[in-house]
T-cell receptor, first 114, second 116 residues
Framework: AQSVTQLGSHVSVSEGALVLLRCNYS??????LFWYVQYPNQGLQLLLK??????LVKGINGFEAEFKKSETSFHLTKPSAHMSDAAEYFC????????????FGGGTRLMVKP | DAGVIQSPRHEVTEMGQEVTLRCKPI?????LFWYRQTMMRGLELLIY????????DSGMPEDRFSAKMPNASFSTLKIQPSEPRDSAVYFC??????????????FGDGTRLSIL
């Protein structure tokens, strides 16, 4: 069975600082990995996805994530935080032939201080 | 292009009443998912459909919950009778599976349900 662990339910950074949101997964086969963002009173929006084409994946709004098989990690980063990045971020994993089902992590709420 | 459309956006009703949540997936998508989000339990998958057929309903909390997908462009999630602990945000998502490999899910804006 697959699972996703997001370390830190809350992360606070200053505007302009590096954003690092951690995600570790467990899967019996090479997985597909996703990061979603949820702004208040909205649904989840896709930030980026890893589907084995390249280990470093670039997404929208300046975010990127690196797949590290040896560490079973898929951490999300952004070099410089903006106030508008304040939101909840979810890491999700899907296994091949799993019917597009996603297993979500518990989410990390990112707060950006001025 | 229109995304996943859910209605109503907000629903407030009294305990014991029947509640029906509605979802229109993105045209052409063949997978549809219903989720529930609460502070305590986070995001939970309730049920999902492929080509209008329920595939996995193991996340449905109890018999009070039921979901249908009568055609490719419409799905409902019904709670009867409703209870205060059903209060949550319910999301519908759809994705393309046919001929594609693990396409992302696209989410609606959710229905915020409050049972008094």
């Amino acid at each position: 069975a697959q699972s996703v662990t997001q370390l830190g339910s809350h992360v606070s950074v200053s505007e302009g600082a590096l954003v690092l949101l951690r995600c570790n997964y467990s899967s019996s086969v090479p997985p597909y990995l996703f990061w979603y963002v949820q702004y208040p009173n909205q649904g989840l929006q896709l930030l980026l996805k890893y589907t084995s084409a390249a280990t470093l994946v670039k997404g929208i709004n300046g975010f990127e994530a690196e797949f590290k098989k040896s560490e079973t990690s898929f951490h999300l980063t952004k070099p410089s935080a903006h106030m508008s990045d304040a939101a909840e971020y979810f890491c999700a994993v899907s296994e091949p032939n799993a019917g597009n089902m996603l297993t979500f992590g518990g989410g990390t709420r990112l707060m950006v201080k001025p | 292009d229109a995304g996943v459309i859910q209605s109503p956006r907000h629903e407030v009703t009294e305990m014991g009443q029947e509640v029906t949540l509605r979802c229109k997936p993105i045209s052409g998508h063949d997978y549809l998912f219903w989720y529930r989000q609460t502070m305590m339990r986070g995001l939970e998958l309730l049920i999902y459909f492929n080509n209008n057929v329920p595939i996995d309903d193991s996340g449905m909390p109890e018999d009070r919950f039921s979901a249908k997908m009568p055609n490719a462009s419409f799905s409902t999630l019904k709670i009867q009778p409703s209870e205060p602990r059903d209060s949550a945000v319910y999301f519908c998502a759809s994705s393309l599976g046919r001929g594609s490999v693990n396409q992302p899910q696209h989410f609606g804006d959710g229905t915020r349900l409050s049972i008094l």
